[in-house]
């Protein structure tokens, strides 16, 4: 059964470090968001992509956060210049019309 | 806005026992239900869903769930509880259909006492 796959599974980074996480969506899905759960707390949606665009994005989602899609597969979340707050784990969906699928999270954690 | 509210932090039943989880919502449109599992340190799987028609919906693993549209309900049922349903279990909402982003409750914890 196809799934969404995220790596790397965990990434230590300094404060101020710019860091890139990956995920392989489902291949023939068409849209592909981000998520994000700090420990113990619920998970929060970042971002929406669609037709190679943002399609709706969350107050968290500010200027230190990008999202691409540099060839047919991967689709990736950068963080420019990450902070302790950034401390969390981080999941790739992507869906067709119906549910989405979540991959296994990054778990970023940032000293 | 949507929302969902989740209004127990755990939930404890025995081993062979029929468990609830509770869950209400709150969307402007037609609501699009979800429940996801997360088992410790893993990403969140797909149980079931409620998009339209019968009210009662069935998932993986034996699990159902009944949409209530006067309550906004969508509490997550089964009727005999396994020691490995143990997990996080989440419920989320959509604001109708397409590609919107999902809206997802605090999670409830439930522990399954053999």
């Known amino acids: 059964e196809p799934e969404v796959t995220q790596t790397p599974s965990h990434q230590v980074t300094q404060m101020g470090q710019e860091v890139i996480l990956r995920c392989v969506p489902i291949s023939n899905h068409l849209y592909f968001y981000w998520y994000r759960q700090i420990l113990g707390q619920k998970v929060e949606f970042l971002v929406s992509?669609?037709?190679?665009?943002?399609?709706?994005k969350s107050e968290i989602f500010d200027d230190q956060f990008s999202v691409e899609r540099p060839d047919g597969s991967n689709f990736t979340l950068k963080i420019r210049s990450t902070k302790l707050e950034d401390s969390a784990m981080y999941f790739c969906?992507?869906?067709?019309?119906?549910?989405?699928?979540f991959g296994p999270g990054t778990r970023l954690t940032v000293t | 806005a949507q929302s969902v509210a989740q209004p127990e932090d755990q939930v404890n039943v025995a081993e062979g026992n029929p468990l609830t989880v509770k869950c209400t919502y709150s969307?402007?449109?037609?609501?699009?239900l979800f429940w996801y599992v997360q088992y410790p340190n893993r990403g969140l799987q797909f149980l079931l869903k409620?998009?339209?028609?019968?009210?009662l919906v069935k998932g993986s693993y034996g699990f159902e769930a009944e949409f209530n549209k006067s309550q906004t309900s969508f509490h997550l049922k089964k009727p005999s509880a396994l020691v490995s349903d143990s997990a996080l279990y989440f419920c989320a909402v959509r604001d109708g259909g397409g590609y919107q982003k999902v809206t997802f409750g605090i999670g409830t914890k439930l522990q399954v006492i053999p």
């Open positions: 969307v402007s449109g037609n609501p699009y």
């Open positions: 409620y998009i339209t028609g019968d009210n």
């Open positions: 992509f669609y037709n190679n665009e943002i399609s709706e």
């Open positions: 969906a992507s869906s067709r019309m119906g549910e989405q699928y």
